[in-house]
């Protein structure tokens, strides 16, 4: 509820402009084709979420060290929970008319700006730009946190942080690039933990519960 707070706090005081314009103008986003920006904090990056997903299967047979504690079934969630944060996000920016900042016309596009929040009108550009793709790329692990502070706080906490840090530092990636509004982001951040809250509740309820008496 606070995150959800959050947003509608930031929403309300329309910062997203003016943070993009600090990284572009008429011109375009002179970042936006950088090679460290689009090849290694975007490309690689990307490739990398994949790969520990990759490490997260490869528990469900294996002990992991980064996840100590853990059985095949709060893998699976985990891996669950982080296959439908990267699911869930491109199915929502299919299905949205909102463009990304570098097609606003502000920026040397043809868009104008519309708020994501008048859902069904379009803003003349190619849309399909909110919430933010890329920053799912960290933001899929946060469902970590409810799997893991039960069995093992200490790893729930350190995952906690790595994925916080590492959703803000893609956020400004796209930021600077021009792809997306920092609300995006924060769009995407609040979805997973969204999907982070079920998978805990859904753990719980497959529990077993011991009986007071017979």
């Known amino acids: 509820m606070l995150g959800f707070l959050v947003l509608l706090a930031w929403d309300a005081v329309g910062l997203d402009l003016p943070i993009s314009r600090l990284f572009g103008g008429p011109a375009g986003f002179p970042l936006r084709d950088d090679w460290l920006f689009e090849r290694v904090l975007h490309d690689g990056v990307r490739t990398a979420a994949w790969a520990l997903a990759a490490v997260l299967a490869i528990g469900l047979w294996r002990p992991l060290p980064i996840a100590p504690g853990l059985g095949r079934r709060e893998i699976g969630a985990w891996l ?52 933010a793709g890329h920053a799912t790329a960290a933001f899929c692990f946060l469902p ?35 792809a997306h509004f920092v609300s995006h982001s924060l769009w995407t951040a609040w979805c997973c933990w969204a999907v982070g809250v079920a998978t805990e509740a859904l753990l719980r309820r497959g529990e077993p519960r011991l009986g007071r008496g017979r």
């Open 80 to 131: 669950i929970a982080a296959l439908a944060c990267a699911a869930l996000i491109p199915a929502l920016k299919h299905f949205n008319l909102t463009s990304c900042p570098w097609s606003l016309a502000e920026f040397g596009g043809t868009a104008m700006h519309v708020s994501h929040w008048r859902w069904g009108q379009g803003d003349g550009g190619p849309g399909q730009c909110f919430p």
């Open 144 to 178: 970590a946190w409810f799997v893991l502070r039960g069995r093992a706080p200490r790893a729930a906490r350190v995952w906690l942080a790595a994925t916080l840090v590492g959703g803000i530092i893609l956020t400004m990636v796209q930021v600077v690039r021009g």
